[in-house]
């Protein structure tokens, strides 16, 4: 069989217009290929999200490797703005722009080309797993976590996982994200009672309640940090009460706080003190205050060991970097599979993900599959 040209397989797969939730082609695409090469494919499909798993190998191997990504991106923006068709997998100059080019379909398609050659050309003893989703820029309620639903009830599994998500800050090879922080929204209604702004005595303004509740959350020192975390923060997102009379005292204001928190924490225990501190404030104002929460992810981190180790070896041998081991960024799939398995996150730099004209180097595509198909081929020697 014929090498997968993974910069090929990148440029079919930015032709699909997969903007999520749709599929636009690119599973259809991915399946087709893999089928061709023996994996056994399985739409695993839910809540309106199109997902595919496939497996190369014994089902249930003690000794299976999984890649995890996803083909759905974010919407064009303002397509007036592109200098390019956003669907079109233009090269210039050995750039190839589009929508996805990123993050991740150059990540998604040199993971699938890597391990269509690998199993191909040097038939491991084990398995390959590949669970790719269709909603991880979504709400990531139907993708991966239908995909790991789907595994655990089918008796499927993987060893340990790579996720192929954009990594590397500047140079390729410069960075693997060996955990995340947690991420959690809350949102609070202050409510007090309407009135003149010339009789303050007959109303009960509501903004001092919620100016003393966001100044005591964001002043709040949350920690010093963890040995593999930065410091925990949280960030005022919003005050909004929406009013402009100013001889009008309102009756509600509302505001917003995201709180981005390191293994010090769970999720459950700062809840806890949003409502404590929440409490108080209703009680030294005399207001009603109505919170949401949303937990995005819990923080999570693989240890530095056998599986670090031997994506580093991998990246240091094709790229003659040292990569730095890190927590930083945002959340990822990889906050799902980490109850599942090991699991770390390697792939592209990604300085345009999600902008206008987002762009890949060619040449940085062939490196990616060159690194996966290293990783694999040391992982099953090992």
């Known amino acids: 069989m014929t090498a997968i040209d993974a910069v090929t397989l990148t440029a079919d797969l ?3 217009p997969s903007v999520t939730p749709e599929e636009g082609g690119a599973l259809v695409l991915l399946q087709a290929l893999l089928e061709g090469a023996g994996f056994s494919c399985t739409r695993v499909d839910r809540g309106g999200v199109a997902n595919l798993f496939a497996r190369w190998g014994d089902k ?8 995890n990504g996803h083909t759905d991106v974010v919407p064009v923006g303002d397509a007036a703005a592109w200098s390019v068709d956003p669907f079109g997998a233009e090269i210039r100059d050995g750039i190839m722009y589009g929508r ?3 993050d991740m379909k150059s990540g998604v398609a040199a993971f699938a080309a890597a391990a269509v050659d690998f199993v191909t050309d040097t038939p491991p003893d084990g398995a390959v797993v590949l669970a790719i989703t ?6 990531a309620v ?3 976590v239908a995909l790991l639903d789907w595994m655990a009830a089918e008796g499927e599994c993987m060893s340990v996982c790579i996720v192929g998500e954009p990594t590397c800050p500047n140079e390729m090879g410069d960075m693997i994200k060996i ?10 209604t202050v409510t007090g009672r309407q009135g003149h702004s010339a009789y303050p005595h007959l109303a009960l303004n509501p903004m001092p309640a919620m100016a003393r509740l966001m100044d005591r959350l964001a002043s709040r020192k949350l920690d010093a940090g963890t040995a593999h975390f930065d410091p925990s923060t949280l960030a005022v997102a919003t005050i909004d009460t929406g009013n402009s009379a100013t001889n009008v005292i309102p009756a509600q204001t509302r505001g917003a706080v995201n709180i981005r928190f390191n293994d010090t924490h769970t999720g459950a225990a700062l809840s806890a003190w949003l409502k404590e501190e929440v409490a108080r404030v209703d009680a ?6 109505e919170m949401k929460i949303k937990i995005s992810g819990e923080s999570f981190l693989t240890p ?3 599986l670090s180790d031997l994506v580093s070896g991998a990246v240091k041998a094709e790229t003659g970097r040292q990569p730095e081991l890190s927590t930083t960024g945002g959340t990822s799939d990889a906050r799902f599979i980490k109850d599942h398995c090991p699991v770390v996150e390697f792939g592209l730099v990604g300085k345009t993900l999600h902008q206008v004209d987002e762009n890949v180097p060619v040449a940085q595509i062939g490196q990616l599959k060159a690194i996966y198909t290293r990783i694999l081929k040391d992982y099953f020697a090992g």
């Open 60 to 67: 249930g191997h003690a000794k299976t490797f999984g890649f």
């Open 142 to 144: 139907d993708g991966t």
């Open 134 to 139: 269709g909603d991880e820029e979504g709400d």
């Open 100 to 102: 996805g080019a990123t």
């Open 304 to 306: 530095p060991g056998a």
């Open 284 to 289: 030294e104002f005399g207001t009603t205050t």
């Open 179 to 188: 955990g995340r922080r947690g991420s959690m929204n809350a949102w609070f």
């Open 14 to 16: 930015i032709r699909c």
